[in-house]
């Protein structure tokens, strides 16, 4: 969004270029309208270099960044079955390269493994929406399955708590006393 204002003053000197130096030439001098002609190359110019400059930090984040690449130890924690450690460095990687389909997919699993189905339905949705996540729209689908098949083995397992504890009483009631005849006798034959 912030390149928007630039390419329109662009578009806005280009016209301008054309419509006073060829459809118009008499309405600006011919030096100044050479010098405005220049000055708009050499910005022209800059925003070009600068914008060469930023590109791998927009194409590569990671790579581009200061910080290593965790990816690979997230990955390995994911494998060990190390939930918690995944999910940190997951979110560590995304704190460089948010929009990482791979590494987003990879902590929607974590969520789900966890049981935070609500979070894992929010980041699929969020994924689905990333036009760079289309080329993992498969994984994305399966993922959206995983999680689906999840949240119905909850629900089933709390009805099933449910139901049970329906049919059968609470099993904290105390047991029934005893008859008070042989509490007499017991309390006799003690004494």
């Not at 993992?136 to 629900?155: H, N, P, Q, S």
């Amino acid at each position: 969004m912030a390149s928007l204002p630039l390419a329109i003053a662009f578009c806005l000197a280009l016209n301008s270029f054309f419509v006073f130096g060829w459809l118009y030439p008499n309405w600006i001098s011919g030096g100044l309208f050479w010098m405005a002609t220049l000055v708009g190359v050499t910005v022209w110019g800059f925003y070009v270099v600068r914008g060469l400059r930023e590109l791998p930090e927009l194409i590569h984040p990671r790579k581009a960044s200061e910080e290593p690449d965790r990816f690979g130890e997230a990955h390995a924690a994911y494998l060990r079955g190390d939930w918690e450690a995944a999910e940190k460095l997951l979110t560590s990687v995304l704190a460089i390269e948010p929009r990482d389909p791979p590494a987003l997919l990879m902590l929607c699993a974590v969520y789900r493994k966890l049981d935070q189905l609500d979070h894992a339905t929010v980041l699929i949705n969020e994924i689905s929406r990333l036009e760079v996540a289309d080329p993992w729209w498969v994984e994305v689908e399966t993922e959206r399955k995983r999680i689906r098949r999840a949240m119905a083995a909850e629900a089933e397992s709390k009805d099933r708590t449910k139901s049970d504890a329906r049919e059968n009483p609470a099993n904290d009631e105390a047991a029934p006393p005893e008859d008070a005849a042989d509490m007499t006798e017991d309390r006799a034959t003690a004494a």
